[in-house]
């Protein structure tokens, strides 16, 4: 009966050593494939700006891809904002207002589950007459 218990014990043993390394494993290549996700290309009328370049104008149906979220890094790559856009409909126009950012490079990125559309930009800032 002690030789039994040992076995069983053994077994339950490995088979947990087992479900933690799957776990970790998974947990690695789900970080993994989300760093990896390709950079897609747009064409020139998917992301432009108004003639004050306060506002970027994003065009979904523009794009090949349908795009879940929208994110506003810095230079740095620091995330400065983003919202997620997945149930918006596929002839939107989506407004981002730049107003409010000081002048600087930015990088918009439109996240799709099959890639990243990357657009940089050059803030110019408030004008001086506002």
Same mark, same amino acid.
């Given at each position: 009966?002690?030789?039994?218990?040992?076995?069983?014990?053994?077994?339950?043993?490995?088979?947990?050593?087992?479900?933690?390394?799957?776990?970790?494993?998974?947990?690695?290549?789900?970080?993994?494939?989300?760093?990896?996700?390709?950079?897609?290309?747009?064409?020139?009328?998917?992301?432009?700006?108004?003639?004050?370049?306060?506002? !970027?104008?994003? $065009? %979904?149906?523009?794009?090949?891809?349908?795009?879940?979220? &929208?994110?506003? @890094?810095?230079?740095? #790559?620091? =995330?400065?904002?983003?919202?997620?856009?997945?149930?918006?409909?596929?002839?939107?126009? !989506?407004?981002? $207002? %730049?107003?409010?950012?000081?002048?600087?490079?930015?990088? &918009?990125?439109? @996240?799709?589950?099959? #890639?990243? =559309?990357?657009?940089?930009?050059?803030?110019?800032?408030?004008?001086?007459?506002?």
């Amino acid at each position: 009966m002690q030789r039994f218990v040992f076995v069983v014990g053994l077994l339950l043993l490995a088979s947990l050593n087992t479900l933690s390394a799957q776990i970790t494993a998974k947990g690695v290549g789900t970080a993994s494939v989300s760093a990896e996700l390709p950079v897609l290309s747009s064409n020139e009328w998917s992301i432009y700006a108004d003639e004050e370049s306060q506002t !970027y104008f994003i $065009d %979904f149906e523009q794009l090949a891809v349908n795009v879940n979220n &929208i994110v506003v @890094r810095d230079q740095a #790559g620091s =995330i400065l904002w983003q919202e997620e856009v997945y149930d918006l409909p596929v002839n939107t126009i !989506y407004e981002l $207002d %730049f107003s409010s950012y000081r002048a600087g490079n930015y990088v &918009i990125e439109l @996240r799709a589950y099959t #890639g990243i =559309i990357r657009k940089r930009i050059d803030h110019k800032g408030a004008s001086a007459g506002f």
